[in-house]
């Protein structure tokens, strides 16, 4: 249950004065979903306007921002129907300045600034034809007017419809609701550091009294990063005591069917995958729950290493499971896997959304039996119907969105279900702390060997067409070529027609030897689009980013990325990974549009540079924050909302041994501060946790 002083930081945001259902509507837009009013004061200002400059007009400079004491000198009007601007001059004993107002309410000026009167007018000056003018000041006072102007008024992000006033005084309506909530960071702690409390910490970011206030390094600003960070860690932590503390079942495999699997790979382990599998075995040979993260570049081999991990939960006489995150992938799986399944005595099934329902249901009778021993699936598997007779091992593969629910939901498949999650890039490494610090971690460093570096180029788009030639003369000589075609917007829709144009266009030049691939062909169409080009049928794959996350075609070794400035770098990353997978010469082709921004020039240069995914990862980081590299900015999960990781990756790790300490000392938080705690997590959206706590 919610602790009951929440309730009015739970409320809907429409709730606050001066914030009715009209404008309810643009907070849904600004904020998403059905922001409460905790939401508003987590939207925080991103800037200020320093008000507090108030010069002589003598020394005003042009193009800054004053607040000017003046005298209304002269009114001019202009002509009726002239469209020419109203203008006003006003002085002090130093000068005087224009104020200008086009499509002026001249009731309303005249009345704002009688002639004679002292007024304040605040905004931005400029130098226009040898005199001073202000254009619309944000602010005409008078004395009691001024009296209310802050001195520094916070900026925020805006939708269109809201304007900096009503966020402002939603904002404060905001803070007017806000209960004095119980202390739940050790006392100690915030007096070393002088934080303020959670409260005078948003009150502060909303009331800024110095542009520093505001900055991501502000007091006020550690107080909330370290409050969001605290319930992060504290939720993994929860989450990894329960799962240690719900009863595991050690599964030793004979290693029967993985030596057999061994044997008939074309090729030896790497060192990194073998020690993987020594921490894989360990785990699942011992009697508690396994929650694991199996981490390693593009093409480090990851899926092997996750076929024999499951190979050891079979022979141990159980199930295993391979959840992947698209069709593509789950087929994928499959169909490498089934000739080698075959071979050594494994029986494995598919199961995703699109099987027909006689099939479905063969299936799902043969998994309930344990006539099938690994099921590789879609998120299908999740659903409830899905009943294994002994799931052993479930593995999750290339998930960057599986948060502690899935997670959860996943364990409750089977009893005590040890689970390994892959990622599809490696993850720097203060975000694995953040996001899986409930897991301990394998790294595969290595990659297979014979792998050649793959040569990398950047060219303006302009020189597409001689691009296109030698795509022409490659696919000649027998190449297979990937085209991504660029993220247009945000909108799927148009990212296909650019890639259906593209497509249209290539098969006039190369016929029939042009596929296409993207998110909104029916299942069927693109597994047989990229069945034909997995065959070498089509040698040029148009694609979205669809062909992102680990489709394997080692034949194919030509990379071209169009528009490449308009992805992120763990996202070309993925994509050239997608190539220098066989033995053969790989080429990488950035196709960008001049000129290039500091960002987009920065993350090229590092693609030429260097094919190091876990540098690419720490560099993309840097660049792009935290957001992008997991994917969160693209899906708009919430990720971090006031910590920020360039900012405060020192407070994760003191979160984190904090967090250690609580459930040490206090595991069902039953404490004062354990209490406190609840309200914390409840504040934060990490209540999940709360539920894994004993009843009562
Ligand atoms: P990822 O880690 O990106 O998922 P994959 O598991 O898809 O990588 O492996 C990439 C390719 O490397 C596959 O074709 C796989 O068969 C091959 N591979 C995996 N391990 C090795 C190895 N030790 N030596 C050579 N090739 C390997
Ligand atoms: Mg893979």
Redesign the pocket.
């Known amino acids: 249950m919610r602790p009951a002083i929440l309730n009015p930081l739970f409320a809907d945001v429409s709730t606050l004065p001066g914030v009715g259902p009209k404008t309810g509507k643009l907070y849904e837009r600004l904020l998403g979903g059905q922001p409460r009013v905790s939401d508003l004061l987590f939207h925080l200002p991103h800037s200020t306007i320093d008000r507090r400059n108030r010069p002589k007009i003598r020394d005003a400079e042009p193009d800054a921002m004053v607040t000017l004491e003046v005298t209304v000198a002269e009114h001019r009007p202009p002509n009726s129907r002239s469209k020419a601007p109203y203008r006003v001059l006003v002085e002090d004993e130093t000068g005087d300045v224009l104020l200008v107002f086009f499509l002026a309410n001249h009731i309303w000026v005249e009345k704002s600034l009688p002639l004679g009167a002292k007024r304040w007018v605040s905004g931005k000056l400029e130098m226009w034809d040898g005199h001073l003018q202000m254009v619309h000041p944000d602010r005409v006072l008078d004395e009691a007017g001024l009296a209310r102007l802050p001195p520094v008024e916070p900026v925020y992000w805006l939708t269109e419809g809201l304007y900096q006033r009503n966020v402002q005084k939603a904002a404060e309506a905001a803070l007017a609701k806000l209960p004095d909530l119980p202390e739940w960071q050790d006392d100690a702690f915030v007096k070393s550091r002088q934080l303020p409390s959670f409260k005078a910490a948003l009150s502060t970011l909303h009331r800024p009294q110095t542009p520093a206030d505001i900055e991501p390094t502000s007091k006020a600003r550690a107080r909330l990063a370290y409050d969001e960070l605290l319930a992060g860690q504290l939720a993994l932590v929860m989450v990894r005591a329960h799962m240690r503390e719900t009863r595991g079942r050690a599964s030793v495999g004979n290693g029967s069917i993985a030596s057999k699997i061994e044997a008939a790979l074309p090729?030896?382990?790497?060192g990194s995958?073998t020690q993987a599998l020594v921490e894989i075995r360990a785990d699942l040979a011992e009697p508690k729950r396994m929650l694991r993260l199996l981490q390693?570049?593009?093409?480090?081999?990851?899926?092997?290493v996750a076929l024999l991990a499951m190979a050891s939960a079979v022979e141990a006489g159980r199930q295993a499971a391979l959840m992947a995150p698209t069709e593509i992938l789950a087929r994928q799986h499959f169909e490498r896997m089934l000739p080698l399944a075959e071979q050594v005595g494994l029986r494995i099934g598919l199961l995703t959304g699109r099987d027909r329902a006689a099939e479905r249901a063969r299936t799902l009778a043969a998994l309930a039996t344990g006539d099938i021993d690994l099921l590789i699936g879609t998120h299908a598997l999740f659903q409830e119907k899905v009943a294994f007779r002994d799931l052993a091992l479930a593995v999750v593969d290339?998930q960057h969105r599986f948060g502690v629910h899935q997670r959860l939901a996943l364990g409750e498949k089977g009893e005590a279900v040890d689970i390994l999650v892959?990622t599809a890039t490696p993850i720097p490494r203060t975000l694995v702390l953040t996001y899986f610090g409930d897991m301990d971690v394998s790294t595969?460093r290595e990659k297979?060997?014979?792998r050649q570096p793959i040569d990398t180029r950047a060219l303006p788009l302009e020189r597409i067409d001689e691009i296109v030639e030698g795509v022409g003369r490659a696919i000649k000589s027998g190449a297979r070529v990937y085209w991504v075609c660029p993220l247009v917007d945000e909108s799927e829709e148009l990212d296909i027609s650019a890639a259906q144009e593209r497509f249209e266009q290539f098969t006039q030049v190369f016929g029939s030897t042009v596929g296409l691939v993207h998110g909104k062909m029916k299942g069927p169409d693109k597994d047989s689009a990229m069945a034909r080009f997995q065959k070498g049928d089509t040698k040029i794959l148009v694609a979205t980013t669809v062909i992102e996350v680990?489709v394997?075609v080692?034949e194919a070794t030509i990379m071209i990325i169009e528009h490449a400035e308009r992805f992120g770098l763990a996202q070309l990353h993925q994509l050239r990974?997608r190539v220098g997978?066989g033995s053969g010469r790989s080429s990488c082709v950035l196709l960008y549009k001049a000129p290039l921004g500091e960002v987009s020039k920065a993350r090229i240069g590092i693609m030429r540079e260097t094919e190091d995914g876990f540098r690419i990862a720490e560099e993309d980081l840097r660049l792009r924050g935290e957001g992008e590299i997991l994917g969160t900015r693209q899906s708009g999960t919430p990720g971090f909302r006031l910590a920020d990781l360039s900012v405060h990756a020192g407070l994760l790790a003191v979160a984190r041994d904090d967090a250690n300490l609580i459930m040490a000392r206090d595991p069902q938080l039953e404490s004062e501060r354990g209490q406190a705690l609840r309200v914390l997590l409840y504040l934060f959206g990490r209540d999940e946790a709360i539920r894994l706590l004993r009843a009562g």
């Open positions: 090729f030896a382990l790497t995958q390693g570049d593009v093409g480090s081999g990851k899926t092997v290339e892959m595969l297979p060997a014979g680990g394997d080692p990974g997978r």
